[in-house]
Nanobody, 124 residues
Framework: QVQLVESGGGLVQAGGSLRLSCAAS????????VGWFRQAPGKEREFVAG????????SYADSVKGRFTISRDNNKNTVYLQMNSLKPEDAAVYYC?????????????????WGQGTQVTVSS
């Protein structure tokens, strides 16, 4: 059974940083694509960043390029999202999602497995 568990969310001031983690079990992460999505109240879930875990290919939403960095540690079966220069509009519940294969899909429907989410709050 595949499980994804996010951690690292919290409250941070605008301009601050957080690092989110997505730990996987029940799956060999090195053959997966992992995406980070976020959903703010009243808004649709949106793609933030994705990574193909067997190589270094990554993809980012325009709104986070240059501020967020996605990375992975296949030995720990964990994917990270380093978030710098946070803005109030980055506040949301952040989810990690996984799908087998080596294509970074940007739509939520393309992902098979989801974590429970972690809340990120950014104060202005």
């Amino acid at each position: 059974q595949v499980q994804l568990v996010e951690s690292g969310g919290g409250l941070v001031q605008a301009g601050g940083s957080l690092r989110l983690s997505c730990a996987a079990s029940g799956v060999t992460f090195s053959f997966y694509t992992v995406g980070w999505f976020r959903q703010a109240p009243g808004k649709e879930r949106e793609f933030v960043a994705g990574i193909i875990t067997r190589d270094i290919k990554t993809s980012y939403a325009d709104s986070v390029k240059g501020r967020f960095t996605i990375s992975r540690d296949n030995n720990k079966n964990t994917v990270y999202l380093q978030m710098n220069s946070l803005k109030p509009e980055d506040a949301a519940v952040y989810y990690c999602a996984g799908r087998p294969g080596i294509y970074i899909a940007t739509t939520a429907e393309a992902y098979d497995y989801w974590g429970q989410g972690t809340q990120v709050t950014v104060s202005s």
